[in-house]
């Protein structure tokens, strides 16, 4: 990965030098009044970090689940688990408040600004690259997700951080295969990548395919990866689509909720 940071930025020091000033910026904005502003806890975001506690102290949600790949919610709904995943070291470090439950999306969203410049790079050049971080840096919504811990947050950036990877992956099939694995971990951060994520990478193969920019064993390789790791989140939302009993494993529960 130093290589490919090495060829983004190659050695023009006014790209780079522009690249980390925003950056600082971006994160200086994020972390003035940071586990302050917004005042108090948002209700999904209070549940989110007392499920990350439970985790933390006893590997288990606040319902007693051991490792469990989708909470429940509000006793009758459902909550994504990776950003509460992500809480667990934060909280072991810093203790149970505010700072640690929502220092994962800071870190994230932070690195996200960054995605935006080498994605923009990637699809379209440096100097339009660069503008729309600056205008990353200094969006609103951007801004307040950073913020607030809430388990959707992460969605964006993980799958910007897969789609680098994918993009990479066309030129060095490791960045490929690994940016399935980031594909498949989208489906830990928000509902709606099951039926827009899949989609994506679907209509993506088969433009890869016809450009012969892949190979039909390079594709279905993706589609291992991907399937292993979004395995579990899809037997959870068959359970209680289908009303199937809970499924314990070593390693982690399928609920039906």
Not at 146 to 166: E, K, T
């Amino acid at each position: 990965m130093k290589k490919v940071w090495a060829e983004e930025f190659g050695s023009d020091r006014k790209r780079v030098a522009a690249f980390w000033l925003i950056l600082l910026f971006a994160v200086i904005v994020r972390c003035i009044g940071f586990g302050s502003v917004p005042g108090g806890v948002n209700q999904d975001e209070a549940m989110g970090a007392v499920d990350g506690w439970a985790l933390a102290q006893y590997g288990t949600d606040r319902y007693g689940v051991r490792l469990p790949v989708h909470f429940s919610a509000w006793q009758v709904s459902q909550m994504s688990v990776l950003l509460s995943y992500c809480m667990v070291p934060f909280i072991r470090l810093l203790g149970f408040g505010i700072v640690a439950v929502r220092l994962p999306a800071l870190l994230i969203s932070c690195a996200g600004v960054a995605l935006v410049y080498l994605v923009g790079k990637r699809l379209f050049d440096e100097r339009l690259a660069l503008t729309v971080m600056g205008l990353t840096a200094i969006n609103p919504w951007h801004f307040m997700q950073s913020r607030w811990a809430l388990d959707c947050n992460l969605f964006p950036h993980v799958f910007l951080l897969a789609f680098y990877l994918l993009l990479l992956g066309l030129e060095k099939r490791r960045y490929l295969y690994l940016s399935m694995l980031f594909f498949g971990l989208t489906f830990y951060c928000y509902g709606i990548a099951v039926y827009s994520v899949l989609p994506f990478l679907a209509v993506y193969a088969l433009w890869c395919l016809w450009k012969k920019q892949l190979r039909v064993g390079e594709v279905l390789l993706c589609v291992l990866i991907f399937g292993a790791v979004a395995l579990p989140e899809i037997l959870v939302m068959l359970i209680n689509l289908f009303h199937w009993d809970t499924i314990e494993t070593p390693l982690f529960t399928m609920s039906h909720f």
